[in-house]
């Protein structure tokens, strides 16, 4: 290389031309004046952090992680990648015990599911909100998501032999909320796959993803389950399969967040790593067909979640969507819900989390479709408590307008 | 995935290309790397000195309304410029003496609008001004914040507002038949607008603020919107990365977001801007164009690139994609021939579509009418 | 005595002219220091802002060496608002001669200078930025100083001690009766106002320009100018101060400085007539990016702020037999022992480092000259500023949970950041928000610190010395100055000149995202406020 031929910097701090459209793009900004800002917090800071730690701000707590910073950027600077890795190495007091119970989706998953009924029953409870409300600062007003009675992993151990029997085989991130909370999603997925001849097998043993776990400073814990799944991904992908998702906050921390924020090298796996709707589209794009049901008929609005606005791909499950024939598809304009996976669950964010999704509320009651459409399980949860809607991934949408016994 | 046309680039330039082939029933898309420098935008397409029905359609359809009469513009440090096709925002005038009085309102602690230069320039020209801050207390919200009292945070307290900031002026307004205010309205549609001039008994004109441009995201809103209603697929946040070149023709572009998955058309259009949007890249050597390595037209010495006086005009900001005459970007001399250069990427190599906006929209549709001729054929 | 008389004139704002100001002041004497321009715009605010441990003239120059050891101990005391305590490193590049290393470390102890040789895997944890491939190190107590905090500084105390300060004033010449300087005539350059000042003694602390006043005044210093070129980068690549353990020669130090870092630097001699007016060549870019590069690798990738050069006043020492050759870096000649010519003083020489001791000595002369029996008390006293040992102490004591713009308005000012208007929320919004630069930070230095014109204010505040160049915060800042001072014309044309400062620093480095910058600056101010 000639000398500055080009130049580099930590997520392209250097390449900030302080133009301040990220400011105009950030949600929490635009409720929360305690927080600086992504151009302050992320270039600006990061300049004078390297000075001296001192400089390091706290209300840097307030960033929602949702990257919409980062895609509005026009300079290519990775601002929310520069605030979580700031986050991690200047504030080294301990998590809260209210932050690591929800950032161990995994490991509350595995307490909850035996006991579902209760557990479901308990979390409903207006005194179980309160007392969590009183103990660890998550907001009562928040509805929980009901856990499973059975794992998917469970369903799935059952239908091992009729899933090895497709010639063409994907593997499958389903995640915990697939896991603990949603096994029908999983279920969905098998059911397209299978109808376009794919069938589908988990990883020896998959870990919580750990998005949670990096949004609430928990990096020991999110670097071993980043490690741990990079090693299961690799052996899947030595077996030759593609490796298929269908939660976009996963796919996100998977692919690029283990890399840029925990040190994780997973260049070997990365590109093999995709979300489920992408391998669908692609496969119908190169000849594959499905039949779908010849009344179906739904009105469907689709929302674009931060991580999926962040991937890029919200156009595959778009275009997945409008494929299907009696659906009345409708873009919803591409803004956050809110709820930022933990973040709209912390009392300090309750009321910053509802305003920052009253927009996208708002709309959907306008455009008052049959579905809210959307690829992330806490958009999900957010959507419908805070409007009444039911929201699907658009992979079950798909499962329910396919015509099984007429698709080959 | 397949389209009529990809358009790299997703600025003033790439939205008027795509929204023409749109309406021509060409599928396109749009990758974009981030916002675009519309949210820099003065409001004026610069050297677009007329009002050529096609152009003026093609935004009022998009919910934009363009007018243009021959004469000046108040720029915000109180200067004069020549009039050009403009956003219902600006104001044109025949003469720079734009009126007998004005008031100038601003807000208490926004440092983005600069009054007091305004009020030099038009003493300047024989308008009499006073300046009067308003103390809104919807308005200290953002106070809190040290860096948040920009143009559009206040634009998003405003377009509440306005019937407030309204009434405020109403009561400060003596004798002026002019009141001036900052560009802080309308960042969603124009309806604040119109109804701040229905409700203030004067001339009201909106001047230019510190970027962010309220006029200039609003404007890319809307017009990415029409793009959308018209079934354009507009792909924020990623990047043209490389792309495939075969026999003198594109045929697939790779971006950072979709990897492996190709962008494939018949037509591409290459609208990254200039160096700011890093449609040109620099290096102490060269001055090069990133995604397809085409020909800049560019002094060789880099002591040439520079006019050491800032205000100058500036060597580099001339130098742009070369280009043959239906503006075919060049490759070692050879046209690819369905690869279009517009915008800001030609610099001024192409003189005789002009500059700023007006270089953007005459040549968006210039390609777009060689992409329909040659699709046509 | 009227208002037009002093005991001692001060010719230079730059930091010896400051030091000596407040040496005099403390003293008790009368003083009014003159400066044609601002604060530290000379050869002071044009270097690297080294605060030299004197390691790097221990083999060479003992003399000088040890004066910046003490120096450099004693600004750390006195100064602690002015220095970052950062260390430095001499290391070894396989090119070099590692022996040298050993005759460096003897040379320092001889000096007093700690000199600790390190395990080289030791250097590299200390300071990850260092060329791996590194053969040795030795750990020196270097550091960093802000040559324009310092400055002011002084000047402060110098006025708290009773001392009066014009700025934006030249000397047009000398009031001479025979073989006696009683005093100076000078203009205003803002007002046009001439006014004649007296003194018993005036000391030509002009710097290089030094030269030409002495010449003003009927005697000859034979000075000779040599740039020395140097390069900001955009944000700290490095803690700790890096230099080169070999004979000192070209781009062999690279300074932590605020924000960002500094290689230099080159030495070329320069005609008198360049001394205004020096820019950088590309050849001495490519010298301090390649010679850079080879102590921290990554410097050949990183951003590049600005480009700037300055212009040190060497003194020939040897053409004047007849001086009194102090030490060999400082120079300071009493005119009437030198040349017959009473009531001039010339101090010269030296460097950023031993300011402290020129004042001194330049103040003992005049003390001596005035028969003022008084001991210098300048080691011992801290700056205004200086009160506490850190900001993160002072921004805890002012306030109670500092904001970005008060931490870092704690480390440019040091306690004197309790004078800033916290009115309410609105003097804390950010003019600045690279460096994060407050409208009250930037109104104090207005009302306070003599700020008249920005590049006034980016001297006392750092607005436009982050990354944007001034491109955000000039314009905003022109907006608080017209208002102090009422002229808009004057500020339009303020703003031009600011604007056209900073652009020559970007040019020669005008590629990649300072292009990108400057392209977007020239946007912003042309296209969208028609400036």
Excluded at chain 3, 377 to 400: C, D, F, H, N
Excluded at chain 3, 420 to 433: G, P
């Amino acid at each position: 290389m000639k000398l500055q031929e080009y130049t580099s910097s930590t997520h392209n701090f250097e390449e900030c031309m302080k133009c301040t459209v990220c400011t105009a793009y950030c949600p929490v900004l635009q409720v929360n004046p305690l927080y600086p800002g992504p151009k302050q917090a992320g270039p600006d800071g990061e300049r004078l952090r390297l000075k001296d730690p001192f400089f390091f701000n706290y209300a840097l707590k307030y960033c929602l992680n949702c990257k919409r910073c980062e895609v509005a950027c026009p300079s290519g600077v990775k601002v929310a990648d520069l605030i979580q890795a700031a986050r991690i190495k200047y504030d080294t007091s301990p998590p809260k015990w209210r932050d690591r119970l929800l950032a161990s989706t995994d490991f509350m998953g595995s307490l909850a599911r035996p006991v579902a009924p209760i557990a479901n029953a308990v979390t409903g409870l207006g005194v179980t909100r309160t007392m969590m409300d009183a103990m660890f600062k998550i907001d009562h007003r928040r509805t929980f998501p009901k856990y499973s009675p059975y794992s998917f992993e469970f369903w799935m151990g059952r239908h091992e032999k009729e899933q090895a029997a497709f010639g063409e085989q994907v593997a499958y991130f389903h995640g915990c909320y697939v896991n603990y909370n949603y096994p029908r999603l999983g279920k969905d997925l098998v059911k397209v796959l299978n109808a376009l001849g794919v069938g589908v097998q988990l990883l020896d043993k998959e870990k919580c993803c750990g998005i949670a776990m990096i949004t609430n400073r928990m990096t020991k814990e999110a670097t071993r389950n980043a490690k741990h799944n990079v090693s299961e991904l690799s052996k899947a992908v030595d077996k030759g399969l593609m490796v298929l998702t269908t939660s976009s906050s996963c796919t996100l921390t998977l692919r690029d967040e283990y890399p840029s924020l925990l040190g994780v090298d997973n260049s070997s796996v990365r590109d093999f790593v995709i979300m489920a709707s992408r391998y669908i589209y692609e496969r119908l794009e190169k000849g594959a067909a499905l039949r779908f049901k010849p009344d179906y008929h739904k009105k469907v609005a689709y929302h674009t979640p931060c991580h999926m606005e962040k991937l890029g791909w919200g156009v595959f499950s778009e275009k997945l969507l409008r494929m299907i024939p009696g659906v009345e598809f409708t873009m919803l304009d591409s803004a956050c819900c809110g709820i930022a996976g933990t973040y709209g669950f912390k009392r300090e964010n309750y009321e910053a989390s509802q305003a920052i999704g009253q927009p996208l509320f708002d709309q959907i009651k306008a455009v008052n479709p049959d579905v809210v459409a959307c690829d992330c399980e806490t958009c999900k949860w957010q959507i419908e408590m805070s409007t009444g809607y039911t929201v699907m991934n658009p992979i079950s949408i798909l499962a329910e307008a396919i015509d099984n016994n007429k698709t080959e | 995935m397949k389209f009529n046309t990809v358009i790299i680039g997703g600025g003033l330039a790439g939205l008027t290309a795509g929204i023409s082939l749109q309406k021509a029933g060409c599928s396109t898309a749009i990758i974009s790397t981030g916002q675009n420098a519309l949210h820099f935008f003065s409001g004026t397409l610069e050297s677009m000195e007329d009002a050529p029905q096609r152009v003026t359609d093609l935004f009022a359809e998009a919910g934009i309304a363009l007018h243009y009469t021959p004469g000046v513009r108040l720029m915000p440090m109180g200067t004069f410029k020549k009039a050009a096709l403009s956003l219902e925002d600006i104001s044109l005038f025949p003469e720079t003496k734009i009126g007998q009085k004005a008031l100038i309102v601003s807000f208490t602690g926004y440092h983005d609008f600069f009054c007091s230069f305004l009020a030099e320039g038009l003493e300047k020209q024989g308008v009499q001004c006073r300046i009067k801050l308003l103390n809104l207390p919807e308005l200290e919200q953002l106070e809190k914040s040290p860096s948040e009292m920009r143009s559009v945070q206040i634009a998003r307290t405003m377009d509440r507002i306005w019937e407030t900031v309204v009434r405020e002026i109403r009561i400060l307004l003596r004798d002026e038949d002019t009141v001036i205010l900052p560009q802080v309205f309308g960042l969603r549609d124009t309806s604040v607008l119109s109804r701040i001039r229905q409700g203030i008994p004067a001339q009201v004109v909106f001047t230019g603020t510190l970027p962010p441009s309220v006029p200039g995201i609003r404007t890319q809103i809307l017009l990415k919107r029409r793009y959308e209603l018209l079934g354009g697929t507009y792909l924020m946040g990623d990047e043209a990365t490389g792309a495939h070149v075969y026999d003198g023709a594109v045929h697939s572009i790779v971006t950072h977001n979709l990897g492996n998955h190709f962008l494939e058309a018949d037509n591409f259009i290459l609208s990254t801007g200039a160096f700011f949007s890093k449609g040109l890249k620099s290096n102490p050597f060269e001055i090069s164009e990133p995604v397809f390595g085409l020909d800049v037209e560019q002094a060789g010495d880099r002591s040439d690139w520079y006019n050491p006086e800032f205000m100058r005009e500036q060597p580099y900001m001339k130098y742009g994609v070369a280009t043959d005459s239906s503006l075919h970007a060049l490759k070692g001399g050879e046209p690819i021939k369905n690869l279009y250069a517009i915008g800001s990427i030609l610099g001024e190599t192409r003189p005789e579509l002009g500059t700023g906006g007006g270089l953007a929209i005459r040549s968006a549709l210039a390609a777009a009418d060689e992409i329909l001729k040659n699709t046509k054929e | 005595m009227s208002n037009q008389e002093y005991d001692v004139i001060i010719i230079g704002g730059g930091i010896t002219g400051a030091g000596t100001m407040r040496d005099c002041a403390m003293r008790g004497l009368k003083t009014l220091l003159i400066e044609r321009s601002d604060i530290a715009t000379g050869a002071t605010g044009r270097n690297h802002g080294l605060l030299h441990s004197g390691a790097r003239y221990a083999v060479n120059d003992p003399e000088s060496a040890e004066e910046c050891i003490k120096e450099n101990m004693i600004l750390r005391r006195i100064a602690s608002h002015c220095v970052d305590e950062t260390d430095g490193l001499f290391i070894t590049l396989p090119e070099d001669d590692l022996a040298y290393q050993q005759t460096f470390v003897e040379a320092c102890r001889k000096a007093g200078i700690s000199a600790e040789v390190i395990d080289p895997e030791l250097a590299k944890r200390l300071e990850p930025s260092v060329n791996p491939d590194i053969t040795g190190a030795v750990r020196v107590p270097d550091g960093s100083v802000d040559p324009f905090r310092l400055c002011a500084a002084n000047m402060l105390d110098g006025k708290l001690h009773g001392g009066q300060v014009r700025l934006h004033t030249t000397v047009t010449g000398f009031i001479k009766e025979s073989d006696t300087i009683r005093g100076v005539h000078t203009r205003n350059l803002v007002t046009g106002e001439e006014r004649d000042f007296y003194a018993p003694v005036t000391v030509n602390a002009g710097g290089i320009w030094g030269h030409d006043i002495a010449e003003m005044a009927g005697v000859h210093v034979g000075m000779y100018p040599a740039k020395g070129a140097l390069l900001v980068f955009a944000h700290r690549v490095n803690n700790m101060v890096i230099n080169r353990c070999r004979k000192p020669s070209n781009a062999d130090i690279l300074v932590p400085g605020d924000t960002v870092c500094i290689i230099g630097t080159t030495s070329t001699r320069i005609p008198f007539e360049e001394c205004d007016n020096v820019s950088v060549t590309p050849d001495e870019v490519n010298l301090l990016i390649t010679e850079g590069a080879k102590m921290t690798p990554s410097l050949s990738s990183t951003r590049i702020l600005r480009a700037y050069a300055g212009v040190r006043p060497l003194v020939s020492a040897d053409d004047d037999p007849s001086g009194r050759n102090i030490s060999r870096g400082i120079v300071c000649l009493d005119h009437e022992e030198r040349d017959g010519l009473k009531g001039f003083i010339t101090i010269t020489g030296g460097k950023l480092m031993t300011y402290r001791l020129m004042a001194e000595i330049a103040t003992d002369a005049i003390c001596r000259k005035l028969a003022v029996d008084k001991q210098c008390q300048t080691a011992e006293t801290p700056l205004p500023g200086s009160e506490e040992s850190s900001y993160e102490a002072v921004a805890r004591k002012i306030w109670e949970k500092p904001s970005m713009a008060q931490k870092a308005a704690a480390a440019r000012m040091g306690t004197r950041a309790s004078r800033i208007r916290t009115r309410d929320t609105l003097d804390e919004a950010l003019i600045c928000e690279c460096e994060e630069v407050s409208v009250g930070e930037v109104i104090n230095a207005i009302e306070r610190l003599d700020a008249s014109t920005l590049t006034d204010l980016r001297r006392r505040t750092r607005i436009g010395m982050g990354t944007c160049q001034g491109e955000f915060c000039a314009c905003r800042a022109a907006g608080l100055l017209a208002k102090s001072h009422g002229c808009i014309e004057k500020e339009r044309e303020d703003l031009k000149e600011f604007l056209q400062e900073r652009w020559k620093g970007n040019f020669p480095i005008g590629w990649g995202d300072t292009l990108r910058e400057a392209e977007y600056t020239q946007w912003v101010y042309k296209h969208v406020l028609g400036l």
